[in-house]
């Protein structure tokens, strides 16, 4: 049985209603609407996801991650590369603020940039950086907005992925979220060379090169 505390609950116009939690057996984390956003299962989910990665990938120097939350991909990415360079861009705030407050973000060296991921101009970086790893994990909740399916942004995201670099597109994967994320997938695999999906716990994670 585990023993759970609410340690804050907040509201947010783009994520609803969001708490964290702490268990003995998960720690702490942060969820919205019920759902684990950043820390504990999503922890799990992202280390086996960044190990694959990294069994073919031992150099990581600049990262993209887009959809920050909390920062628990920042957190691993930083274990697993610790030279690395992360930018990070997460359009709520209060995500951002409860991640420094609980999950140490404001300890690892992450360049924050608060503001909407759909305007990827100007990174707070150098002028036509490229990336050898983007992490786009979008979710408002539950919902990943439309206009981060669009062939459009998508290839954008691949625009700015170094010549060797990889692109992890994170999307849930139960129920009807099913169908959401394979035709999802179909998108990818017009834009990309090589994609490779990956199955932890409910998610799927599309893996792509150019």
């Known amino acids: 049985m585990f023993l759970t505390k609410i340690l804050e609950e907040r509201k947010s116009k783009f994520n609803g209603d969001v708490r964290v939690v702490k268990t003995l057996g998960m720690g702490t984390y942060i969820q919205a609407n ?15 996801t960044l190990s694959k990665i990294r069994s073919t990938k031992s150099e990581i120097r600049n990262v ?3 959809g920050l939350g909390g920062g628990t991909v920042a957190k691993l990415i930083r274990k697993n590369w610790p030279q690395a ?3 990070g861009i997460d359009i709520d705030p209060i995500m951002v603020e409860l991640g420094k407050k609980y999950l140490d973000l404001d300890k690892l060296g992450v360049q924050v940039t608060v503001r909407d991921a759909s305007n990827l101009s100007n ?21 990943f907005p439309k206009k981060f399916e669009t062939d459009n942004y998508i290839h954008l995201v691949s625009s700015l992925l170094a010549r060797s670099g990889v692109a992890v597109f994170n999307r849930l994967y139960y129920k009807e979220k099913k169908i959401e994320a394979e035709e999802f997938g179909k998108k990818l695999n017009k834009v990309f060379k090589n994609v490779e999906s990956f199955r932890p716990v409910s998610n799927i994670m599309y893996i792509c090169t150019n």
């Not at 002028?127 to 539950?142: E, F, S």
Request: glycine share 10%.
């Open 34 to 48: 019920g759902l684990t956003q950043s820390g504990g299962i999503v922890s799990t989910m992202w280390q086996s």
């Open 64 to 66: 993209l991650i887009l």
């Open 85 to 87: 360079e992360i930018t």
């Open 123 to 143: 990174l707070p970086n150098h002028p036509n950086q490229k990336y050898d790893l983007i992490i786009v994990d979008l979710y408002n909740g539950d919902k």
